[in-house]
């Protein structure tokens, strides 16, 4: 199984006291969305979509003694970009296979340094992945406020399309005005 294609780790099974604060970041983060979906879509940037092919080196990690539970597997991550982004990445993947065949589950950060578009600079991406029973799900995104140098108020979602061996990027991005 491709680590992009890691999924769902189970259901929540999260203590009494955890609930009230995991229930009050969810409502954080959905009033935020909301705000945010609600801007004029003249406020909004145009995107850009950006293509192109990448190469990863995936390297488990020791497990670290007293450090989270040692079931949940922990790798770096080595990338190359070609195509309209030329850069490299390096970040760190945290993963969770269960005991259903095709059910997993990873989140990664990686840190991307290069340029995109003939624009140089860095950001970082965010990575979200799970898979129920074999149906993949994925999420790739800039992480707010991470654009430096020409990628200042970069914004934008990542694909990863891996067919035949061969791993695969579209980025669809924009690059806004970074005071909002």
Same mark, same amino acid.
């Given at each position: ?53 990448? =190469? ?5 990690? /020791?497990? %670290?003694?007293? &450090? !989270? ?6 790798? +770096? ?23 259903? =065949? ?5 989140? /990664?950060? %990686?840190?991307? &340094? !290069? ?6 600079? +860095? ?58």
């Amino acid at each position: 199984m491709a680590p992009y294609h890691m999924a769902r780790a189970g259901k929540n099974r999260g203590s009494a006291a955890i609930q009230p604060l995991a229930q009050g970041c969810l409502c954080y983060f959905a009033v935020s969305a909301l705000a945010w979906a609600c801007r004029r879509v003249d406020e909004m940037p145009m995107s850009t979509l950006a293509t192109g092919t990448f =190469e990863v080196k995936i390297i488990p990690q /020791a497990a %670290e003694e007293n &450090v !989270g539970d040692p079931l949940v597997g922990r790798m +770096s991550l080595d990338k190359e970009f070609h195509g309209e982004l030329q850069a490299v990445s390096k970040g760190q993947m945290l993963a969770v296979r269960t005991g259903i =065949e095709g059910s997993a589950g990873y989140v /990664a950060i %990686e840190r991307v &340094v !290069g340029s995109l578009a003939g624009r140089k600079g +860095s950001f970082a991406l965010q990575h979200s992945g799970t898979m129920r029973r074999g149906a993949p799900s994925l999420l790739v995104t800039v992480i707010p406020d991470s654009g430096t140098d020409e990628l200042v108020g970069l914004d934008g979602k990542m694909a990863i399309i891996i067919a035949d061996g061969v791993h695969r990027y579209e980025f669809e991005y924009s690059i806004g005005d970074s005071r909002e």
